[in-house]
C-alpha cells in the first residue's frame, strides 16, 4: 500500500550519519512509490521557542499561523518519520520545540476528564535516532526516542503504531556495520516502512 510520508528530519548538518539515514529512507520510499513531504528543522530555521503572553494564550496555540502548515503537514501524512539524534538523552532541542508547538491540545489531543484522546488515530510513525552512548552508560540514561514513541506519539495524540530503531554506539562502529544500517534504512523505505 502506498503511503503519504512526512520526513521529519533535525541535525545541523548533512554531512554525517543520520543525513546519510536520511537519504536512503528518501530513495527507498521514493523507488517504492510512496508520496513525500520533507521537513528539514535545522534547514527552513524552524524556531523552537515558545511564547506566552497577553497577544499569544497557551489555550490558543493550536490556531497560531505561523505553525499551520505543519499542522497540515501532518495532517496529509498517514506516516510520519522521525530522524534525530540522542544527545544528553534527550532530543535536539529544535526538535522538542516543534513538537510543542505543534502537538498542540486541541489540534493533536484533548483530555476526556483525565484521559488523553489522540486525534491523530490511524496514522503511523517510525522514529529513527543515532547515539554516540555506549552500552553499558545507555542503561542508566533516558532515552527521549522512547518518551517520544510511547508517551507523545502512542499515548497522547494516538499515533499507533510506532517503531522506534536505534543506531547505537556510532563512534565505536565498523564501516561494514554502518554500510547495513544504511542498507537496511534503504530497505524499511521501499517496504513503505
Known amino acids: 500500500m502506498k503511503k503519504n510520508v512526512l520526513l521529519i528530519f533535525a ?7 543520520n543525513y546519510a539515514i536520511y537519504e536512503q529512507i ?3 520510499l521514493e523507488e517504492g512509490g510512496h ?17 506566552f ?3 499569544q494564550r497557551r489555550r490558543d496555540i493550536q490556531h497560531r499561523p505561523e505553525t499551520k502548515r505543519y499542522r497540515e503537514q501532518i495532517l496529509w501524512a498517514n506516516h510520519l518519520v ?3 539524534p540522542i544527545w544528553w ?3 535536539p ?7 510543542d508547538k505543534v ?3 486541541g489540534f493533536a489531543y484533548h483530555f476526556e476528564g483525565v484521559l488523553p484522546r489522540g486525534h491523530l488515530r490511524g496514522k503511523t510513525a517510525w522514529i529513527i535516532t543515532t547515539d554516540d552512548t555506549p552500552a553499558p552508560v545507555g542503561f542508566f540514561m533516558q532515552d527521549y526516542g522512547k518518551v517520544l514513541k510511547k508517551q507523545i506519539l502512542s499515548t497522547m495524540t494516538g499515533i499507533k503504531p510506532t517503531k522506534h530503531l536505534k543506531f547505537t554506539y556510532v563512534k565505536g562502529r565498523k564501516p561494514e556495520t554502518i554500510k547495513r544500517w544504511l542498507a537496511k534504512c534503504y530497505q524499511l523505505g521501499r517496504n513503505g516502512l
Open 103 to 105: 502537538f498542540a491540545t
Open 53 to 55: 503572553n497577553q497577544e
Open 93 to 99: 532541542a529544535i526538535l522538542k520545540g516543534y513538537i
Open 89 to 91: 538523552g534527550g532530543m
Open 35 to 51: 508520496q513525500i513531504k520533507i521537513l528539514d528543522l535545522y534547514a527552513e530555521k524552524f524556531d523552537p521557542v515558545l511564547i
Open 82 to 84: 522521525f530522524i534525530f
Open 11 to 17: 541535525y545541523p548538518t548533512h554531512d554525517n550519519l
Open 26 to 28: 528518501k530513495k527507498g
